[in-house]
């Protein structure tokens, strides 16, 4: 009878112990299927995150590609400027070296004429010097 006693207390604690280890797997269960949630919803966010920053890589090559190409063409256009100005620079110099030559040239050509208009007015005076002396 003591046998049978300590058997049934054995079954007691046995079913005991297996109803706490059910309920502890069920427990169990339901937080690995809460956490496969989670991880899928992670899993999910982190893809939509990738995907987003492909995207947002591709446009910043787009935008990065056509400032360089605009920032190169505006040093193309920015040399052909710099030479067409040290071009003009050159040809304003030549210009206004033959503005000076022909301003030199007109004063020149304006100091011969009233020099010869001198020179026929003196030949005059002296004409008239002449008369004047015949007659006196």
């Not at 496969?36 to 590609?65: F, M, P, W």
Request: glycine share 4%.
């Amino acid at each position: 009878q003591v046998s049978q006693n300590e058997l049934d207390w054995f079954h007691q604690d046995s079913e005991t112990q297996m109803k706490k280890w059910q309920q502890e797997k069920k427990e169990n269960r339901e937080k690995l299927k809460a956490l496969r949630g989670t991880a899928k919803k992670h899993s999910d966010t982190n893809e939509r995150y990738l995907k987003t920053i492909d995207d947002k890589e591709k446009q910043y090559n787009v935008c990065l590609n056509t400032f360089l190409e605009t920032s190169n063409k505006f040093a193309n256009e920015k040399g052909k400027l710099e030479e067409l100005i040290k071009k003009s620079q050159g040809d304003s110099q030549e210009c206004e070296k033959r503005a000076v030559k022909a301003e030199v040239s007109v004063l020149q050509t304006w100091k011969e004429t009233e020099t010869w208009k001198l020179k026929g007015t003196i030949a005059k005076a002296e004409g008239n010097l002449r008369v004047l002396k015949a007659l006196s």
